[in-house]
T-cell receptor, first 112, second 115 residues
Framework: GENVEQHPSTLSVQEGDSAVIKCTYS??????FPWYKQELGKGPQLIID?????GEKKDQRIAVTLNKTAKHFSLHITETQPEDSAVYFC???????????FGPGTRLSVLP | GAVVSQHPSRVICKSGTSVKIECRSL??????MFWYRQFPKQSLMLMAT?????????EQGVEKDKFLINHASLTLSTLTVTSAHPEDSSFYIC???????????FGQGTRLTVV
């Protein structure tokens, strides 16, 4: 089955700096890769996603890149703000909207 | 995005009792719902997948007689934790999808504490 790894497990950056979180997956059949932000005591919120036919996608300060050959994808957050502090999960799925396998999560702290 | 509402957000129950958690899709028809469990500082682990009108598919290691899932309508799925024990204490999260070609949306989660 699919296995998703995520690094780093914790990340601290200064406000205004960029943050990068990387994930790798094992199942070449996976074709949908969402990223979720989870704040304490709340459910995950989708922040950006990418499908396998696209190499990069950007939404304001957030971007995701995908390398299908290497089976890895990354989340890039620029101009970080304290409210970006949360746990971020990557996920992989073999079907858009179907079951996801989640990475172990990255706790991002943005220091003012 | 679409709204998925989960209720209750927090519940405390006595050991041996049963607890029901509801997951509702408020503005779309959810043909598929997923139930996840999350322990503190850990990732989400899929428990089961339910399709409207059919029996849920449970992941390996998840007791179907303990975690009863019902998906009787296109907007509601329920998870019942039967004969709850302290080790069942966890954060339970549902997500709902309109089917192939649509993304899944997550509920806000339910914190279950069994005392």
């Amino acid at each position: 089955g699919e296995n998703v790894e995520q690094h780093p497990s914790t990340l601290s950056v200064q406000e205004g700096d960029s943050a990068v979180i990387k994930c790798t997956y094992s199942d070449s059949a996976s074709n949908y890769f969402p990223w979720y932000k989870q704040e304490l005591g709340k459910g995950p919120q989708l922040i950006i996603d990418i499908r396998s036919n696209v190499g990069e996608k950007k939404d304001q300060r957030i971007a995701v890149t995908l390398n299908k050959t290497a089976k890895h994808f990354s989340l890039h957050i620029t101009e970080t703000q304290p409210e970006d502090s949360a746990v971020y999960f990557c996920a992989a799925s073999t079907g858009y909207g179907q079951n996801f396998v989640f990475g172990p999560g990255t706790r991002l702290s943005v220091l003012p | 995005g679409a709204v998925v509402s989960q209720h209750p957000s927090r519940v405390i129950c006595k050991s041996g009792t049963s607890v029901k958690i509801e997951c509702r899709s408020l503005d779309f028809q959810a043909t598929t719902m997923f139930w996840y469990r999350q322990f503190p500082k850990q990732s989400l682990m899929l428990m089961a997948t339910s399709n409207e009108g059919s029996k849920a598919t449970y992941e390996q290691g998840v007791e179907k007689d303990k975690f009863l899932i019902n998906h009787a309508s296109l907007t509601l799925s329920t998870l019942t934790v039967t004969s709850a024990h302290p080790e069942d204490s966890s954060f339970y999260i549902c997500s709902a999808s309109g089917g192939q070609g649509t993304e899944a949306f997550f509920g806000q989660g339910t914190r279950l504490t069994v005392v």
